[in-house]
RNA sequence: GGCGAGUUAGCAAAGCGGUUAUGCAGUGGACUGCAACUCCAUAUAGACCGGUUCGACUCCGGUACUCGCCUCCA
């Protein structure tokens, strides 16, 4: 019985779809103006995981996760570069495809970006304001009127009073209250801009999620996702606008991730305190990042560190390490054990993937032990490590591949030197063997004596 | 100030009202020519103060501290 955390109700549900067997979702992506940083990496690979689980478990899942290609932050940088925000949007999309493809986080199946889906707004926004929820002043802007809507606040726990506070109206504002935000910009001079009923303008940030998740999943759906800094106000915003447009309830189940720390404090491009993922690529495999990010549990916050880094490729290497030498093609999964049982209750429980690990390093050890016994009992044993893997999108690489990884040595060169040390163990010269191994260990070439032979990995 | 989350062994990170989380690091042992890998054993926990209970890391209350949101941010 899987559960899920919903931050509405602020405890953990029983998950249960609009429709048997399918499973709608909707996850903030990016606004495509830089690379992508590991805070939005811990968002894609927390929903990846749940994606796949939810399919494991035989649902149907339609996984949408739009783009923000249009909005200031895009103009500005794009005029700062010198291009249109189109070439740079481009630009940011296909490298937000790497770095994302480089984590094993599955394509999601719509991927619709705002500005394919500006009448749609458009559209929306004529509703609310039909319906007394938004108004357009005559500046060019429309805003959404915050009090008009009952339930404001009920996501995030606000309460408008409170709000009411520290709210400020900008200079070319024409706000009634100071909370009311915008659905519909007014373009200024040299600003992209489409053609509406209200003027020439972009669409205000929130909106788009409204007009898409209706679009691609209906006015009622299953999960939204995003990271922790949307709930207030996108998500709470997202809320007003669809609920008062459509009249139903907009999402069922609202799920968002835990913040990627940098030395206790929250990884953002404010602080710019950011590491983005391909600088984090460049000195730690991608599996290694994405085993870090998801041990802990997805809401946590969780520490970026290099030697969280590096305990996260330690720990990686052990499971791969079992899995070395392993035939494992046409292999049945083991069947009927604890090991897969506990690992499925952990991760029906709020997507428990630490917990969900522990039972991994658990049946890994069973596994080694089985070795022992021969081959038939580990190799099943193995499939089924590699299936568990593959439901958190780790252990799916050849494990030769992934040991030998990361080095920059001549393999020639290391047969050439096992072989010397082989001669030199046979004629007992134990002091020149020992001198091989280091010279290959001072390469980071690690070398391992089984009764096969000797293999070698890369030291991590 | 308002709202929310958290404080677990050297480090990271889970579950659980009574019985080993797990991984890394440490210690002892097996294996090995010696190592590495692997296996076995083992020490080190639950911020603080109260309460409930036969029994609390786990429930309740309070205190301290940390973090997040309240402004663009995943």
């Not at 005029?79 to 937000?96: K, S």
């Not at 089924?384 to 893997?389: C, D, F, P, R, S």
């Not at 799916?396 to 010397?420: C, R, T």
Request: proline share 3%; aromatic share 10%; with cysteine.
């Amino acid at each position: 019985m899987l559960q899920i955390y919903n931050t509405l109700t602020r405890k953990k549900e029983v998950f249960k779809p609009i429709h048997e067997g399918e499973v709608r979702m909707y996850v903030c992506g990016m606004t495509v103006y830089d690379l992508c940083h590991i805070g939005h990496a811990r968002v894609l690979v927390s929903f990846d995981v749940v994606t796949r689980y939810l399919r494991a478990k035989g649902y149907k899942v339609t996984y949408v996760r739009n783009i923000t290609d249009v909005d200031d932050k895009i103009i500005k940088r794009a005029n700062e570069n010198g291009e249109t925000f189109t070439a740079l949007t481009e630009r940011m999309i296909a490298e937000m495809h790497k770095d994302s493809g480089e984590l094993g986080v599955l394509p999601p199946d719509a991927e619709p970006k705002a500005t394919a889906y500006i009448a749609e707004m458009q559209d929306m926004i004529s509703t609310l304001i039909e319906k007394g929820y938004a108004y357009a002043p005559g500046n060019g802007d429309v805003y959404y009127r915050v009090h008009k809507f009952d339930g404001y606040g009920k996501l995030s726990g606000k309460i408008l009073e409170e709000l009411q506070a520290g709210a400020r109206i900008g200079v070319d504002e024409m706000k009634e209250d100071p909370l009311d935000f915008v659905l519909w910009k007014g373009a200024k001079e040299g600003e992209p801009y489409w053609e509406s009923p209200w003027g020439n303008g972009r669409p205000g940030w929130h909106i788009e999620c409204s007009a898409m998740g209706k679009c691609c999943l209906g006015e009622t759906f299953d999960i939204h996702g995003g990271g922790p800094d949307l709930k207030f106000p996108h998500h709470e915003n997202e809320i007003a606008q669809s609920e008062a447009a459509n009249g139903k309830t907009f999402v069922n189940t609202w799920m968002h991730a835990g913040a990627v720390r940098v030395d206790n404090e929250k990884m953002s491009k404010s602080l710019g305190n950011f590491f983005t993922i391909r600088e984090v690529l460049e000195k730690y495999p991608a599996e290694v990042v994405r085993y870090f990010l998801i041990s802990s549990q997805y809401r946590s916050p969780i520490n970026y560190s290099e030697d969280s880094l590096k305990e996260a490729g330690v720990r990686l290497e052990r499971l791969y390490t079992a899995l070395e030498g392993l035939n494992l093609d046409g292999v049945e999964p083991e069947r009927g054990t604890s090991y897969e049982e506990r690992f499925h209750a952990a991760m029906e429980d709020d997507f428990n993937t630490p917990e969900a690990l522990g039972v991994l390093f658990e049946l890994v050890r069973h596994l080694n032990k089985a070795r022992k016994d021969g081959e038939a009992n580990a190799a099943a044993l193995g499939a089924l490590v590699k299936e568990l893997g593959g439901l958190l999108g780790i252990l799916q690489d050849n494990p030769d591949a992934f040991l030998k990884s990361g080095g920059d040595v001549d393999e020639a060169w290391i047969l050439e030197m096992i072989e010397k040390r082989k001669a030199a163990k046979a004629a007992k010269d134990f002091a020149e063997a020992d001198r091989v191994r280091e010279e290959l260990a001072a390469q980071g070439v690690q070398l391992k004596d089984t009764r096969e032979g000797t293999t070698w990995q890369i030291e991590r």
